[in-house]
């Protein structure tokens, strides 16, 4: 590009050159023209005449432009010699003027070709200084280009590489890919390995559990066989005795039945020898029946009365005048077998020697000498021993483990039964149950929560009387709220079947929905019920049969109570996937008794401090159920 721009300034100075050389000839060189001329004077008139005729044909060929360069070149005095010869003298001085004119335009012309080449002088420098900076612009860009193609040149090798490690990769993927397959194999080989060895252990737990439910039905049996055992004359009683006496289980049998022990048919075999057989009852526990010769005595443990019960007042209490301090290691052996933790008085044999070694105990002491793993076993032991120390007629230590599990039936929560009693929840856990308890229980629901809060609160109201819950219909038109909120599940389905609603009233099995709730909880109303039972939104005519029903039954006190509780701006409806979200404890464990009071109100599920209705119902005492009466008689409770 640089080489074209100078080969046409060469070329345009050349020729501005030539031109201004031939206006300068033309000046100075008349002479020789005249010296040159054709015209000689020697030529004859023919010749002249021929040369005329030749330029006039010339001439005609030419155009005004190559006229006007010719008419340039042509000398003054050959013009004028050859206007002399042809035009006369008027013609001649006008031609000379013509010639005067022309040549002051060949002038002027000259000094405008002068301007125009100062012009393309300057513009040639001009454009040689552009050059020189385009020049200098490509050898940059030349020197970009390079470096450009260096990097493209590391760009692809990078490239190569990386395709490379991918291809790398890849191939690893795939050996990864295989691996974790093979590991799910894997894994899904063990985790059906865990759940079948899940479920041994499971079975083992209930058979452990199961030991310690027949070893104090044994010691039970041996109590009253001591105590009725007045006559001689009874042979047949005597010598049952004597073999019970002669089979009774030593330490050694049971830590022997414990690691033996594979189904409940070693049971039965073992029960067998004692000529005693073995029952399953509804609450999954094991019952047990004495001879056919045994005579039926009334205030006595029947062998037909479900463990679910509980144990009478004395049969719970252990005959030792002497303070628990001073226990015997037998005697406190008997009392953990009556409390339920019959399964850590083998272990400690060793390590008890009175009372007084479990009334110093720590929890890290309960846990590595008694193997007392849980945390709940270890609050049911302090609140045990609270109680024995205690003067105070512990009305909450008649309802022990197996009386709680009944108890979950009548609240409408059988789905927990197993927790409860793998937990040995009874009457005084119960008094103070905390949050962090039931959720270690597995019961996270607030529905739930709730439940168990006001049918705990139903046990207090009625003294923890065993038989205060209501199972039976009584007489609809003069219940009052107190009596409405000792219902059990059963009974709210009952009226339910009773208001036209049999339809839905299946769907409250499980829910936790019980007479306590309904009276008592501000927070469930009857938009609450209707979501438990299924009922859509768009049969208004069904809810609202169902909100009258509702209405009367609760009474006014509870439903104002319900309405301010809706009208509070933080009010959500209650559901039963309402979930509860535990705290962050600044403690671990449940603590010693001696650092934390077991009645903490800000823990507890249910307050101590709770407001106690207002109704006048509720003001009435203890209330008792006295449709069960023929049923305790007779040791069964109809079971719903």
Known sequence: MMSDASEMLAAALEQMDGIIAGSKAMDYSNGLFDCQSPTSPFLGGLRVLHLLEDLRAALELMDNEEKDNLRCQIPDSTAEGVAGCLFTNQHLLSFQTNGHSSEAIYQERLSRLESDKECLILQVSVLTDQVEVQGEKIRDLDTCLEHHREKLNATEELLQQELVARMALETQKLELMTEVSSLKLKLSAVE????????????????????????????????????????????????????????TFSSEMHQYLLKTLISSDFYLSIFDIYSCRLKRSHSTSLNLDDAAEMEFRRGGVRATAGPRLGWSRESKQTAVDAPFSRWSKDEVSTWLHEQGLGLYAAQGQ??????????????????KELGMKHPLHRKKLQLALQAVLSEEDDLKGKLDHNWVTRWLDDIGLPQYKSHFDEARVDGRMLHYMTVEDLLSLKVGSVLHHLSIKRAIQVLRLNSYEPSCLRRRPS?????????????????????????????????L???????????????????????????????????RHLATHFHLLIGSEAQRLKQDCLENPDYNVLTATAKVKPRRLSFGGFGTLRKK????????????NLEKPKNSSFQRGVLTFEDNLDDLEQGKVSEF
């Open 192 to 247: 059906r390995d865990h759940r079948d060895s899940e479920g041994l252990y499971q079975e083992v737990t209930d058979l452990r559990f199961r030991v310690t439910d027949i070893e104090n039905e044994r010691l039970q049996c041996e109590k009253q066989l001591k105590a009725t055992k007045v006559s001689v004359g009874h042979n047949n009683c005597t010598v049952y005795y004597d073999r019970r006496a002669e089979f």
């Open 350 to 367: 060793n390590w008890i020697k009175s009372g007084q070694t479990l009334l110093q105990a720590s929890q890290h002491d309960l846990e």
């Open 475 to 507: 007489d609809e038109n003069n219940v009052t709220p107190a009596e409405i909120s000792q219902w059990t599940n059963h009974r709210v389905m009952e009226w339910l079947r009773s208001a036209d609603l049999a339809e839905y009233a299946p769907n």
């Open 509 to 543: 099995r499980g829910s936790g929905v019980h007479g306590g709730l309904m009276v008592l909880e501000p927070r469930f109303n009857v938009e609450a019920l209707a979501l438990l039972l299924n009922i859509p939104p768009s049969k208004t005519l069904l809810r």
């Open 597 to 608: 009071r077991p009645d903490d109100g800000e823990e507890l599920i249910c307050p101590m």
